[in-house]
């Protein structure tokens, strides 16, 4: 009996670990359904966005009172998943608070540490649950944000403020069986924890002991759980962020990158020199994206990585007119579909050939057709997602694949085509309204 809170942890441990495991590896099979992409290129760059944009938070200060909440329970969460570390090895050891007597007081004072941000991550989810449920900020509303993603918001936060007061309470009360049982080492006063004591004062030390082991274990099974259900949640952005914003697209936002076989025959035509002349035609299997596997990895990761706050959305002049395009919703719907397919495919069952597809039965003509391709959506995201990538793949299977454009871009198509402008006259003609301005000097 005397090893069981061991096993019983070690188990415990072992088993989330296993559903972690299994959860990763099926988001990474997820996110590679999507095409081959080549971002491996300058790598210097690439760490330097990383650092400043995910582990920085460089875009997230553009709005500076959730920029300073949001930092709060940033930073709480980097430094106390530090005390993690010491409920992991009092978990196996069966020891308690074994840093305390090789660290002495300066283990009070991280301590104390740990307990500011724990307050502060809990001034910071209260505030976040005031601004979505009271305040009703705009940008957390919308079509896409009703039932799940709205819940789940708001979840996420009482988890961890829960989290929170059972790191408090733990230490209260170790603080009061502190001297009465000699397992308990002696680690002076914690700032914070200390206005509980008066809720646990009276009790006897059995009892004491009951809830402090209650909040160390409610904690830890809390913290394993929480790391599972992020990876259902969008908060899956804590661990996506980073490899998100390094493979970032680093070319300037307003570039809109070729199909290298369309600009490779368009060459030809006009007699220009094409890359891999010598080698046949590949044949292509798609202009264009209609469904996950169509789009890049890449693009797959950045719907993964989303984390639904409605930047891009709040930002996109096409959904500030009334139009249906919200960028928000295009990534939510990619992530949504591939983890439809790879559930799917995971079970032995249909995947892409279920009869749905991204484009069509999730995102629709009319929502693509309202982007103005302004990247005001690209700038706005704090950690660098890209749904207009994805809007143009859509758009090129439509216009390329179906003919499916409006009548009004088959007109401009076919003027570029004929006269190499979006408007209907002679290239020759195309300076005559300068002629004015010589006669005018």
Known sequence: MEFLPQIAFLIIVATASFFLYKRITQIRKNIFLGKPAGRTDNTYERWKTMLLVAFGQQKMFKRIVPAFLHLLIYTGFLVIN??????????????????????????????NIFEFLSVAVLFSCFAFLIRRNVMKVKRFSGEEMRKWP????????????ILMFAILTMNATDSLIQ???????????????????????G?????????????????IIGILGF??????SKHLHIAMAFP??????????GKIENMPVVTNEVKMMLGMPTEGVNEPP???????????NDLSWVNIMNAYSCTECGRCTSQCPANMTG????????????????????????????GLEDGKSLLGDFIIKEEINACTSCNACVEACPINIDPLSIILEMRRYVSMEESAAPASWNGMFQNIETSFSPWKFAPTDRFNWAQDLKKES
């Open 82 to 111: 530090l005390e993690v570390l010491e409920f992991v090895i009092d978990g196996l050891a069966g020891t308690h608070r074994i840093f305390a007597p090789y660290l002495g007081d300066f283990y009070t004072v991280l301590i």
């Open 150 to 161: 709205t819940l789940d918001a708001n979840l996420i936060l009482v988890i961890e403020i």
């Open 179 to 201: 001297g009465q049982d000699d397992h308990y080492a002696q680690t002076g006063t914690f700032f914070f924890s200390s206005f509980l004591i008066p809720l646990f004062e």
């Open 203 to 219: 009790m006897s030390v059995s009892t004491l002991i009951f809830v402090e082991r209650f909040a160390w274990w409610f904690h």
């Open 227 to 232: 790391a599972i259900y992020v990876t259902y």
């Open 244 to 253: 998100n914003t390094w493979y970032s697209n680093l070319e300037q936002k």
């Open 282 to 292: 590949a044949e292509i299997a798609r202009f264009g994206a209609k469904d996950v």
């Open 323 to 350: 139009k249906k395009l919200s960028p928000r919703k295009i990534m939510m719907a990619t992530r949504d579909r591939a983890e439809e397919v790879g559930a799917s495919l995971a079970k032995g069952g249909k």
